[in-house]
């Protein structure tokens, strides 16, 4: 019913940038019954929990972890129901598969979180 889509990651080489994107689609999205709450980005490294990175509320207020502050940044197009992540300043502990998640609202349903299937940043030299 929705789907989350990401694009954008790669291998960059340390200090480098990507811009990762994330997009909802479905045959639900364009009704006026949906709409999304919070939007994130979290990130999993091998053998490590999934992690927060950053989330922006409808609004547009962000938060960030600590350990991305002041070299990535998350915004989203409420009308093309995209979430974007900026990263700068990449180090080699920003490898990771990175995902999208929304907080979705259809109707009089409970809100719900969905998530994208993930793409992979390797920041190497």
């Known amino acids: 019913q929705v789907q989350l889509v990401e694009s954008g990651g790669g291998l960059v080489q340390p200090g480098g940038s990507l811009r990762l994107s994330c997009a909802a689609s479905?045959?639900?999205?364009?009704?006026?019954?949906?709409?999304?709450?919070?939007m994130g980005w979290y990130r999993q490294a091998p053998g490590k929990q999934r992690e927060l990175v950053a989330a922006?509320?409808?609004?547009?207020?962000?938060n960030y972890a600590d350990s991305v502050k002041g070299r990535f940044t998350i915004s989203r197009d409420n009308a093309k129901k995209m979430v974007y992540l900026q990263m700068n300043s990449l180090k080699p502990e920003d490898t990771a598969v990175y995902y999208c998640?929304?907080?979705?609202?259809?109707?009089?349903?409970?809100?719900?979180?969905?998530w994208g299937q993930g793409t992979q940043v390797t920041v190497s030299s």
């Open positions: 922006i509320t409808s609004g547009g207020s962000t």
């Open positions: 479905g045959s639900i999205v364009s009704s006026s019954i949906f709409s999304i709450n919070a």
């Open positions: 998640n929304a907080n979705v609202k259809i109707g009089v349903l409970a809100p719900n979180n969905y």
